[in-house]
């Protein structure tokens, strides 16, 4: 099974500041990685595809980028309704596994 | 896109229960579907996977115990719980598939207790 490592598990972080989330695959997935926003309420939203497509209506200030083993998620500039659990997913081989999560946290 | 599960609850180790996703908004016969779950304060874990055609896939934890199945006709997706253990405590989402897990359902509570 591949082993999604992410990090931070908890990243305290203010508003207007950029953030990066990062994700290491135990081998190469190549570029099939998604990023999921959890809300406290439990409702589940994909924010990127294939590393780097932003879902339709996502804002702009969400990025994803990496290659090989080795992903991340930015958040240019935070916003009140961006405080919320993220996790990235491989979809290269199953079965599917997902990073333990990063709880973005207002600082 | 709308994923509507049900059919959760309390139940006994060792007892059985089926869970439903309703899906609406669009073709849900051109899809693969998955079930991923989350015990509690912990995170996802993908449960099992049932292609467009019937296709099917499990995580080693649930392998002979659960079954992945789909009505095409009623637009709805299955999840067969066997042999329940305490560990299979969780909220169960029902999600549509294409590139990984792309939209999902609010999920519903599986308490597995005596």
């Known amino acids: 099974d591949i082993q999604l490592t992410q990090s931070p598990s908890t990243l305290p972080a203010s508003l207007g500041e950029r953030v990066t989330i990062s994700c290491r695959a135990s081998q190469s997935i190549s570029n099939s990685l998604n990023w999921y926003q959890q809300k406290p309420d439990g409702t589940v939203k994909r924010l990127i595809y294939s590393t780097s497509t932003l879902e339709s209506g996502v804002p702009s200030r969400f990025s994803g980028s990496g290659s090989g083993t080795d992903y991340s998620l930015s958040i240019s500039s935070l916003e009140s309704e961006d405080f919320a659990m993220y996790y990235c997913?491989?979809?290269?081989?199953?079965?599917?596994?997902f990073g333990s999560g990063t709880k973005l946290e207002i600082k | 896109v709308q994923l509507v599960e049900s059919g959760g609850g309390l139940v006994q180790p060792g007892k059985s229960l089926k869970l439903s996703c309703s899906a609406s908004?669009?073709?849900?016969?051109?899809?693969?579907m998955h079930w991923i779950r989350q015990a509690p304060g912990k995170g996802l874990d993908w449960v099992a996977y049932i292609s467009s055609s019937s296709g099917t896939v499990y995580a080693d934890a649930v392998k002979g115990r659960f079954t992945i199945s789909r009505d095409n006709a009623k637009n709805t997706l299955y999840l067969q719980l066997n042999s329940l253990k305490s560990e299979d405590t969780a909220i169960y989402y029902c999600?549509?598939?294409?590139?990984?897990?792309?939209?999902w359902g609010q999920g519903t509570l599986v308490t597995v207790s005596s």
């Open positions: 997913l491989q979809y290269a081989t199953y079965p599917l596994t």
């Open positions: 999600a549509r598939g294409r590139l990984g897990v792309a939209y």
């Open positions: 908004g669009f073709t849900f016969s051109s899809y693969g």
